[in-house]
């Protein structure tokens, strides 16, 4: 019995120990995993200092351009693309075209044959013969009307005929002009069995969609041709940004297979928003070049407005799990106080050695970025910077990189 009460005795005492351990060991472990989320001071060495070549500058007051983004293609305008079809249904007799062959305006593109065509012409020959023949009756019978020889009706019908021939052969002659056929030859006796196509512009050839033999109808699109010596940037703005356009803006595109940026300039702004929430723009581009193709995707940034704001270069702005940083030094040296409470935070590796004199201490602090432009990007206002902080301008990675390998070490037990 008396075994027991003492055995009840140690594990009470054991239990109090280890509550108190926890109670002591909790604060501390509390303050360094506080003071980890805190650590935001690097310090080097002199040596270090030139090591890393550490370059310092302070914000300037830059004119930056405001952008937007956008995404789109090159087009070119309606009068530059014309699709070929025949006037009248037929067969195709020949075609010597390719996609991306060239042709000139009023170049044969395609051979059509019918006995439509045939038709047509015989109708307009016969007609015509009909019509001169109208024509004398209707001015005999109102000769005789004048005198009162015949009756008044005989001369309105003689009228009435002749008109509607004349009427007949209009309408035949302009359907050969539409099929091409010259109405001269044909008043001589000839008639063709066959009617070319023409092209209407001079380009290339980007879409063909027959062959020899086959019957296409009037609605049949036979060719596409497109003239590519003016094509232009249509741009795709969503409606929030549509309020900042306006006519004659720069517009930097680069095609999405080179890294070439070209310049165009807003000429057209559409009025009205698709279902997409977005609005088409046209820009003509500065220096034409033919050898971009209709159809190429490309990515834009249209230079709405000229504003100062205070800027650093590029090169001091540390990205770190999706938040902007910058180096700014807090003092030119440490004191051998301050050196040796930091060598000892970084684990006690350096315990009993530092540099009295000569340590750099910078802060990194987390920053806004704004708009960007020839290397420089506008930092938005933040505590403690002004146009006479002390910012790293150079080797600002080598800072970031020894503040990780401090924590680091810091913390290896």
């Keep these: 019995m008396k075994n027991f009460i003492n ?22 472990a509390k303050n360094e995993e506080h003071h980890e989320e805190e650590t935001t001071i690097v310090s080097l060495t002199e040596a270090q200092f030139k090591i890393a ?4 500058g302070n914000l300037t007051m830059r004119t930056i351009s405001g952008t937007i983004s956008a995404s789109g293609l090159l087009d070119v305008p309606p009068q530059s693309k014309v699709s070929i079809s ?22 044969i593109v395609a051979v059509m044959q019918h006995a439509d065509y045939i038709q047509v012409q015989q109708d307009y020959l016969e007609e015509t013969s009909q019509l001169e023949f109208l024509k004398a009756e209707y001015e005999r019978q109102d000769i005789l009307s004048k005198e009162n020889i015949n009756a008044q009706k005989s001369a309105q019908q003689a009228k009435a005929n002749f008109l509607t021939t004349q009427a007949h052969v209009a309408g035949l002659k302009a359907k050969l002009q539409l099929l091409q056929i010259n109405t001269t030859n044909l008043e001589k006796g000839i008639i063709q069995n066959t009617i070319n196509l023409y092209a209407p512009i001079s380009g290339y050839v980007t879409k063909v969609n027959t062959n020899i033999g086959a019957f296409v109808n009037p609605t049949d699109v036979l060719l596409e041709i497109v003239n590519t010596e003016h094509l232009h940037v249509e741009l795709t703005i969503f409606e929030k940004d549509v309020p900042k356009l306006k006519i004659g803006q720069r517009v930097f595109f680069t095609l999405a297979n080179e890294n070439k940026q070209r310049i165009a300039k807003i000429e057209l702004i559409g009025r009205e928003i698709g279902p997409d929430r977005s609005v088409q723009v046209h820009c003509h581009i500065d220096e034409e070049d033919r050898e971009m193709l209709p159809g190429m995707y490309l990515k834009a940034s249209i230079e709405t407005t000229n504003t100062s704001v205070a800027a650093i270069p590029n090169e001091a702005i540390i990205n770190f799990q999706g938040k902007n940083y910058l180096f700014i030094e ?41 708009q960007s432009e020839g290397g420089f990007s506008e930092i938005l206002p933040l505590k403690g910077i002004d146009l006479s902080t002390k910012i790293v301008t150079g080797g600002a990675y080598h800072l970031m990189a020894k ?7 810091g913390h290896v037990h």
Excluded: W
């Design 7 to 28: 055995s009840i005795h140690l594990f009470i005492a054991s239990a109090l120990f280890l509550t108190s351990c926890s109670q002591e060991t909790a604060p501390e």
């Design 53 to 56: 070549e550490i370059e310092l």
């Design 86 to 107: 025949a006037p009248m249904g037929g067969f195709v007799k020949s075609t010597e075209l390719l996609q991306g062959s060239r042709v000139e305006k009023g170049q």
């Design 330 to 370: 807090t003092s030119e040296e440490v004191t051998a106080h301050e050196s040796e409470e930091h060598e000892a935070h970084e684990g006690g590796e350096h315990e009993g050695h530092h540099e009295e004199e000569g340590d750099f201490q910078y802060q990194m602090i987390e920053v806004e970025v704004g």
């Design 403 to 409: 503040m990780k390998n401090s924590e680091s070490e």
